[in-house]
């Protein structure tokens, strides 16, 4: 059954979207593949895929002005959802390797770093440990999410506020692949996963249901 919600998942050409596209829909959203910048400002929800490298993957969004588009939907309040490496751009860089080094969109202080563990990439399932007060895994805190990767955020570096601010401080879920790293954010209008929950089973469909139910 339809929300009415509508959720762009933003065309970039990072990899291949028609699992999340079919995840959505599947939840009830009304889903749009495109980086139209009327489209992608009106919708509800704003979803940034990222499959690959991360510096190709900021490479193809500053093709499509993605980094404006993004910032512009934050500033104005509008939710934006990023996955796997659509979660690491959000970051002010990555260790990774490139030919042709790209800064992230540091809409978050911080770096995204190798993963320290004997076996890299980090690929199947991992419980992950959210904390209290979360909504985007209210019911699946505990739950195990599909993951695909060699990086990650392995540290929390955005202060938390003073005052008013401090009563909508962020929200962070973490997992452990040879040590902590972060495996999701909830932070204001910019929500990440580190896990692909369009690849995460029922407990993926009920962390994008409750995504979308807050739109």
């Known amino acids: ?38 489209a992608v400002l009106a919708a509800d929800g704003l979803l940034v895929p ?12 500053r093709a499509v002005r993605g980094p404006q588009l993004i910032d512009r939907r934050i500033s104005g309040g509008r939710p934006v959802l990023g996955v ?3 979660m690491q751009v959000m970051f002010d860089g990555s260790d ?17 770093r190798r993963l320290s563990a004997d076996i890299v990439p980090h690929m ?10 979360t909504r985007l895994l ?15 955020a392995d540290r929390w570096e955005l202060p938390v506020a003073d005052g008013y601010m401090a009563k909508v401080a962020p929200h962070v879920t973490w997992a452990t692949h040879g040590a902590d790293f972060v495996a999701a954010v909830e932070n204001g209008p910019l929500t990440a996963t580190q896990f692909h929950p369009e690849k995460s089973g029922d407990a993926g469909l009920h962390l994008l249901e409750n995504w979308v139910n807050e739109l």
């Open 50 to 61: 990222g499959v690959g490298n991360f510096h190709a993957c900021v490479q193809g969004l």
């Open 96 to 112: 990774e390797p490139s030919d042709s080094p790209q800064d992230g969109l540091a809409e978050w202080p911080g770096r995204v």
């Open 84 to 86: 796997c490496v659509g």
């Open 124 to 133: 199947g399932w991992s419980t992950v440990r959210a904390p209290s007060g």
């Open 138 to 152: 209210a019911g699946i805190e505990d739950e195990h999410f599909y993951f695909v990767h060699s990086y990650a």
């Open 1 to 38: 059954m339809s929300t009415g919600k509508k959720v762009v998942i933003l065309d970039y050409g990072s990899g291949n979207v028609h699992s999340a596209v079919r995840a959505l829909e599947h939840v009830g959203a009304l889903v749009e593949l495109t980086a139209d910048r009327d």
